[in-house]
């Protein structure tokens, strides 16, 4: 039969939903599938991807996630590639999806956990690499100053602290389901902070940092966070990519991007090192006529969207 393209529409959520708890990811649940497709925040979105079919079944499907940004003053539009999965037998197929995501006029491209295989797709399509430069901090319990930094995760004292853009932020992001939302106060100032889990062997052990409102106040009164975290989360280090934080906390240090650390030090140690922190920096690519890296980020995609990665 001829496998076919189509875009995703409202009425195939359920059924693209099906087959990626099948075929790609099984720890996302069928119905938490179809909520990840129906994003929280507002947009006219053409449609949730493209996916391939075979009569009535699918055999392959590639999401997508609109957005609408303010960057330097003007509306941009945004498509964040997400999970893109085709079955063995139909893989020669699995470029059309691509293609007809990316002959949409008139959006921003970003790609914020793609596979080895897909890094080398992205960049003969003319992605560019973000810089992933990332810090990583323990959490311990640190002895911190009773009541001198307060941090909350109460949606009340949340929005009652923010204004502006972050407090537009934290709406839009507020029932995303891989998005964890803090703010910590430190006399008048006050510093957004919103996170995911990252998983390891099965387990959500880290706090990865999606953003951050104020980094001065993040980087001063990160030991507190880093105690919250601990306590209230059971989550043992946090990880922070430096263009989103801003500053290197002082109790973190630097985690070299393991392909860099191989090519330097082709060693048995280094390699177990870079081995162990593979999984921990992500490439992220994106494809832009405008727009340069620093204007581009993590929000509005799939990394608040998808749980369990």
């Not at 909520?35 to 997508?64: I, T």
């Not at 430069?133 to 009652?160: E, M, N, Q, Y």
């Not at 105690?227 to 922070?240: G, I, K, P």
Request: with cysteine; net charge positive.
């Amino acid at each position: 039969m001829t496998v076919e393209l189509a875009p995703i529409t409202d009425a195939d959520v359920a059924v693209v939903a099906d087959f990626l708890h099948a075929k790609f990811n099984s720890r996302v649940s069928s119905s938490s599938w179809s909520r990840v497709m129906s994003v929280p925040w507002k947009v006219d979105a053409p449609n949730h991807g493209f996916m391939l079919q075979e009569g009535q079944r699918v055999v392959g499907a590639y999401l997508a996630f609109y957005s609408d940004r303010l960057v330097a003053g003007r509306v941009e539009r945004f498509c964040n590639l997400a999970s893109w999965s085709v079955l063995p037998e139909y893989r020669f197929h699995s470029v059309r999806l691509l293609k007809a995501l990316l002959a949409q006029d008139g959006y921003h491209f970003t790609d914020l956990a793609p596979s080895e295989k897909v890094e080398s797709v992205n960049a003969r399509f003319k992605f560019r690499y973000l810089d992933t430069s990332a810090v990583f901090v323990p959490h311990l319990p640190w002895p911190t100053l009773p009541g001198r930094t307060k941090v909350s995760a109460d949606a009340d004292v949340i929005v009652a602290t923010l204004a502006g853009p972050d407090l537009e932020l934290y709406r839009d992001h507020a029932q995303a389901p891989a998005t964890h939302h803090l703010v910590l106060i430190r006399g008048s100032e006050s510093c957004y902070v919103m996170f995911r889990k990252r998983w390891w062997k099965g387990r959500p052990v880290f706090a990865a940092i999606l953003y951050v409102s104020n980094p001065s106040l993040f980087q001063r009164t990160v030991t507190s966070l880093a105690r919250y975290l601990l306590v209230h989360y059971r989550l043992l280090a946090t990880f922070a990519e430096l263009r989103i934080v801003g500053i290197r906390p002082r109790t973190s240090f630097v985690l070299p991007y393991p392909k860099t650390l191989v090519r330097r030090h082709n060693s048995r140690i280094t390699r177990w090192y870079a081995a162990k922190y593979q999984g921990m920096i992500h490439p992220k690519m994106y494809r832009s006529a405008s727009l340069e890296p620093d204007q581009v980020d993590e929000l509005y995609s799939e990394l608040v969207c998808v749980p369990g990665f």
